[in-house]
Nanobody, 120 residues
């Protein structure tokens, strides 16, 4: 059974940093792409960043240069380093397992989410 458990969210001031973590279990972690999504208040869930099984990364334009996705295949963990945070980054952040090794594949499992709030 796939389990994804996010942690690291919280309240931070504009310009601050947070590091989100996702502990993965129930599947062969190093064989699948992973991703971070977020859903802000009154908004649709949106993709933030993706990483392939081999470590190729792609961040969305809204966070490029500020957020970095990474993974630790030894410890079955996914990370999102978030710097220069803005109030518009306020959202629930979700970890997702992708269907295949490629970062272009669709998500098929989700974590429960962790709240990030950026105060102005």
């Amino acid at each position: 059974q796939v389990q994804l458990v996010e942690s690291g969210g919280g309240l931070v001031q504009t310009g601050g940093s947070l590091r989100l973590s996702c502990a993965a279990s129930g599947f062969t972690f190093n064989m699948y792409g992973m991703a971070w999504f977020r859903q802000g208040p009154g908004k649709e869930r949106e993709l933030v960043a993706r990483i392939s099984a081999s470590g190729i990364t792609l961040e969305e334009d809204s966070v490029t240069g500020r957020f970095t996705i990474s993974r630790d295949n030894t410890n079955n963990a996914l990370y999102l380093q978030m710097n220069s945070l803005k109030p518009e980054d306020t959202a629930v952040y979700f970890c997702a397992k992708l269907r295949a090794p490629s970062l272009q594949s669709d998500p098929d499992n989700w974590g429960q989410g962790t709240q990030v709030t950026v105060s102005s």
